[in-house]
């Protein structure tokens, strides 16, 4: 998918999130970048080959 370079990250790559962002749709919660994955507003992902990446969720602190 990616035309310029450096080429972007595969969408495999561990790094994926940093390609370059092809559509922006904040009203709508989701970006697309350059490598075919969706990110989602709450940090999920959709990978182009339909694997879905779970939200990251910081871990509750607890006090003792």
Known sequence: M???QPPCPTAES???ESARLVA???E???SLL???V???EDTGEL???GQIIAPRRAQAMTVA
């Open 14 to 16: 561990a790094d994926r």
């Open 47 to 49: 990978l182009p080959d």
């Open 38 to 40: 969706l990110l989602f």
């Open 2 to 4: 990616c035309q310029h």
């Open 34 to 36: 350059c490598n075919g």
């Open 24 to 26: 922006h749709h904040p």
């Open 28 to 30: 709508q919660g989701w």
